[in-house]
Each structure stands twice: as structure tokens, then as C-alpha cells.
């Protein structure tokens, strides 16, 4: 475990770092940047709310199991096993998501991938304690993030940028691309800690009561947490933080896409994040052991709450706009698609014409002129070539006319979106700074204040809190979101919930010193 050169990281602490960087692309890609818009434009105007739920059920299993997943790790030989299990769970059922075509296939397969990617994470988070000594814990553990950041933010995602843009954003290739390169990227660049990561930290089992042991150890970290103030307090706090972060990077392009927002704009606005994220995770760390773990974590989520105004007003003052226009564009396309088909004559089972409709808003939003005067004319499946000649000209002729006639309302919804565009890229930027450190610091933080050899039972409720908060936070946006119309309402939710945080971190001051000089004397 000796170190002699304290600047540079050892065997151990180079693969434990480098599987950051392997599974940080399914951050990006599939829970963050680009699956989320892809299965919102599948899945519909309510795509955003079952994102949030489905997103709202991995984190709930995987939060009850922790605790029990946790303290079997700890027995020798265990922890390795139980990672790789879950690891391949992940890489396997994120490749097999490329292959469906129907959105519920979608969500059931990214419950499943999340499962796994959620569970690898707990195993690997505690391997921290058996990679490296407390005093370099925060170094170790922001470097992980630093490189996680680098790897989920150049090569894979960029590649998949690139075919998105190339191929267009719709096409399935450049989808399917970007879905199989997360499952690739993520298996090849474990493959170091597998190898050279070992278990150090362990606790004998018994060969005849295993289960019982299991369980007995569980319940004796929970009494052994609720009697120790300074941790309680601080894992809640965490909860209620750590509930705005996750919830953050789970909804962030969904609720950007629900608001009509680009989804390549926004995926490039979330690659400034990762590549920000990158230096300033490593320098979170070093100001950590200048002005402490704690006052670094109330920094953290005051920029947060920050965040969530600037997020609330980008969709507040956004939604009117897009609900004129929405209406007006709605009931130009109800009555004048049924009276159309109707005067034609037609009675056909394809959607062709309510395709249109829908390409031509998203013609009449991108259009610099306001007009459909450039829109594409459409192939009909008619009774015969005439009519679906005339049809397809009444269409067009409708949304060029709805195009001259509606020139402010449009320009006004124009306008909100980029306003809006510009705070999302603002938003993002905010989000780079305080994103990697809070997560790579609190992990470190805890693994400080926790008996090595029980670890993977304490982060197990570590991990507990974190997933319980993950759960609650998507399913209030989602709640809010749907019973008031406004999903810039349901931003409000994770204000709150970072104002907790910071309440709770502040009272808990002299309880965690008290903790910290303890340890450091058991050290």
C-alpha cells in the first residue's frame, strides 16, 4: 500500500482511477447527453416524466438492496465477484437497448442497465479503502472523477457527437452508434481493475450462518451510524445534496428537450460541462485540504442552488411562449388535418400527414424566415396518385399559411428558446464547476470516517441515502411536473432540497471535527 513517490499513484491506484474512466461514458451518454432525448422524442410529450420514473425505480432497488449487497462485499472475496457481476449486468443489457425499437422496451432495458451500472459503483467506491491510505483518499478519489469526466467527455462521446451531426440527429445508425460504443468503451477499460485490484479489507464469514451474519452485521452498522452524530448528520445531509446532483444529471436534457430546446445544442452544452469538470474536480480536492471537506461542500451547494433559480426562470419564463404557440399550432393541425382528409376522401392507416404536422413545426422553429416556403413536399399513401398530390399540397399550403399569419407569435417562441439556450449553456458551465468535486469529496470524505475493514457495509448505507435521495428527487420533479403542467416547477423541488443539504452540513460542524480528530488519532 506504501507509496514512496507521494505524487505519482501506484498499480492500484491507477486501475481503481482508470474505471472512472470506463464507466463515466454511461453517464454521459446514456443517463445524461443523448439516450435521454432520444427516448423523450420516442416516447412522446410525457417522455420527460417517465425518464424521471423509470429513473425513480432503479434507484429505489438498488437503495433497499445496498445495505444487504454491502456487508456480503465485506466477506472475504466477495466484493470483486459482486462487481464484476454487476458490471456485466450493465455493459450487456446497454448494448442490447440499441437493438429495441419500442420506447417501453427502452426504459425496461435502461432500468436494467442502470441496475447494474448503479451497483458496480458501490463495489467500487468502497475498493477506495483498500487502494490507498486516508491521506491520499481525496486525491485519489477526485483524480477518478477528473479522469471519468476526461473519458466520458472526449473520445466515446465526442465519436458519437460527430455521427449525430454527420448522420443526423434521427438517424438509427448514429443512435444505435452511440448506445453500442457506452457498452464497448466501458468493458474494455475495466478490464485494468479486474486484473490488478485486490480486496485488502475484509471480515471472516461464517461457513454455517452466513445469511444470519449477513444480516446481524447489518443491522449492527445501522445502530453503530444512528449512535455516531457526526456521521448521521452528515449522511443526511448527503442525502438531501447529493438528491439535487443526481436529479440534475438525470433530468437535465430531458427537461430541456420538454421545453423545445436543440437537442444537439444542449448535448454540445453538456460536453463544456464534462470538459470543465475535468480540472476543476481536481482542484476541489486540493482546496479541500486548505479550507476543509466541509466548508468545500457548503460552496458546492450554494453554486448549486444558484442553478436551480437560473433553471427555473430559463423554463418559467420559456413556457408561455411555447404554450401560445403549442395551442395555436394544435388546433391548426386538429381541424385542418380531419377536414383535409375528409375533402380528399381518404381513408389510409399510415401517419403520414400527422407526420408532416409534426415536421412541419419543427420546420417553422428552425426556419430564419419564418416561412415554410422551403418545406419539403410529402409522399401520400392514397387511393390514387392524385389525391395524394392534392392532399400533400393542401398540407403544405396549410403551414405556409399558418407560418404568414402567426409571424409574431412564432418569433416570440423564438426568441424564449434563445434566451433559454443561453442560460442552459450558462447552467452548464455552473454545473462543471461544482458537478465532479462534490461527488469525488463526499465519497473520499466518507471512506475517511469508516472502519476499513467494514467499508462496503457503511458505503452500502452510504449508498442507501445517496439512492433513496436519487429515487425521491426525479419522482418530485416528475409529481410537480404533472400535476402543474410547468416542468419548470418541478426545479423548484431540488431547491428545496439543496437548501436542506446546506442546513443540515451547517449544524453538523462540530459533531464532524469532533469525528475527524477521533479517526485521526485511530489512524
Known amino acids: 500500500m506504501s507509496n514512496p513517490d507521494k505524487s505519482r499513484f501506484n498499480l492500484k491506484e491507477r486501475s481503481w482511477i482508470l474505471y472512472d474512466w470506463a ?3 454511461y453517464a454521459t451518454n446514456i443517463m445524461a447527453a443523448i439516450f435521454p432525448t432520444i427516448f423523450v422524442s420516442m416516447a412522446g410529450s410525457n417522455g420527460d416524466y417517465w425518464w424521471s420514473i423509470g429513473t425513480s425505480v432503479t434507484t429505489l432497488f438498488i437503495a433497499i438492496l445496498s445495505p444487504i449487497l454491502g456487508a456480503i462485499a465485506d466477506f472475504q472475496g466477495m466484493k470483486k465477484k459482486l462487481f ?9 443489457t446497454t448494448a442490447s ?6 420506447w417501453r422496451m427502452m426504459l ?13 459503483n458501490l463495489f467500487y467506491d468502497s475498493f477506495l479503502t483498500d487502494v490507498t491510505t486516508n491521506e491520499r483518499m481525496d486525491k485519489v478519489s477526485t483524480w477518478g472523477f477528473a479522469m471519468g469526466y476526461i473519458g466520458g467527455s472526449t473520445i466515446p462521446f465526442v465519436m ?17 452508434f452511440s448506445i453500442l460504443i457506452t457498452s464497448l468503451w466501458w468493458l474494455v477499460f475495466s478490464i485494468p481493475f479486474i486484473k490488478n485490484v485486490e480486496q485488502i479489507h475484509y471480515i471472516k464469514r461464517s461457513q454455517d450462518h452466513v445469511v444470519k451474519q449477513t444480516f ?3 443491522w449492527r452498522t445501522a445502530k453503530e451510524i444512528a449512535a455516531n452524530r457526526g456521521l448521521l448528520l452528515f449522511i443526511i445531509a448527503y442525502f438531501f445534496y447529493i438528491d439535487g446532483v443526481g436529479t440534475v444529471i438525470s433530468i437535465s436534457t430531458a427537461y430541456g428537450t420538454a421545453l423545445g430546446l436543440g437537442a444537439v445544442g444542449m448535448i454540445l452544452a453538456l460536453l463544456v460541462t464534462q470538459i470543465v469538470a475535468m480540472p476543476c474536480s481536481i482542484l476541489f480536492g486540493k482546496l479541500s485540504q486548505k479550507l476543509t471537506t466541509r466548508r468545500m461542500l457548503l460552496i458546492a451547494i450554494a453554486v448549486y442552488m444558484v442553478i436551480c433559480c437560473v433553471g427555473f426562470y430559463m423554463g418559467f419564463s420559456l413556457e408561455p411562449s411555447q404554450d401560445a404557440f403549442d395551442a395555436a399550432y394544435t388546433q391548426m393541425n386538429s381541424t385542418s388535418q380531419n377536414e383535409l382528409l375528409a375533402a380528399a376522401g381518404l381513408e389510409y392507416t399510415d401517419k403520414s400527414a400527422a407526420d408532416y404536422f409534426k415536421a412541419g413545426k419543427n420546420f417553422l422553429l428552425d426556419s430564419d424566415d419564418a416561412t415554410a416556403a422551403a418545406m419539403p413536399m410529402i409522399e401520400l399513401q392514397a387511393a390514387n396518385d392524385e389525391q395524394a398530390i392534392s392532399l400533400s ?6 403551414i405556409s399559411a399558418f407560418a404568414q399569419t402567426n409571424k409574431a407569435l412564432m418569433n416570440d417562441y423564438k426568441d424564449a428558446i434563445s434566451r433559454s439556450t443561453k442560460m442552459f449553456w450558462a447552467m452548464a458551465l455552473l454545473v462543471g464547476t461544482v458537478q465532479g468535486g462534490i461527488q469525488a469529496v463526499s465519497r473520499s470524505y466518507f471512506g475517511k470516517l469508516v472502519p476499513k475493514k467494514r467499508s462496503n457495509e457503511y458505503f452500502g448505507f452510504f449508498d442507501i441515502f445517496g439512492k433513496f435521495a436519487t429515487f425521491i428527487g426525479p419522482l418530485l420533479y416528475a409529481i410537480i411536473g404533472s400535476m402543474t403542467g410547468r416542468s419548470s416547477l418541478g426545479t423548484l423541488a431540488l431547491l428545496a432540497l439543496f437548501m ?8 453538523a460542524k462540530k459533531p464532524l471535527e469532533e469525528l475527524e480528530a477521533r479517526k485521526a488519532l485511530e489512524e
Open 160 to 176: 458519437s457527437i460527430g455521427m449525430l451531426l454527420w448522420l443526423g440527429y434521427g438517424s438509427p445508425v448514429a443512435q444505435k
Open 500 to 507: 436542506m443539504g446546506f442546513i443540515v452540513l451547517m449544524i
Open 23 to 25: 464507466n463515466s461514458v
Open 97 to 102: 437497448i440499441a437493438f429495441m425499437s419500442d
Open 84 to 92: 464484476t457481476g454487476f458490471m456485466l449486468l450493465g455493459v450487456i
Open 108 to 120: 425496461v432495458g435502461y432500468v436494467i442497465s442502470h441496475i447494474g451500472f448503479s451497483g458496480a
Open 393 to 398: 399540397t393542401a398540407l403544405y399550403e396549410n
Open 216 to 218: 446481524s452485521n447489518v
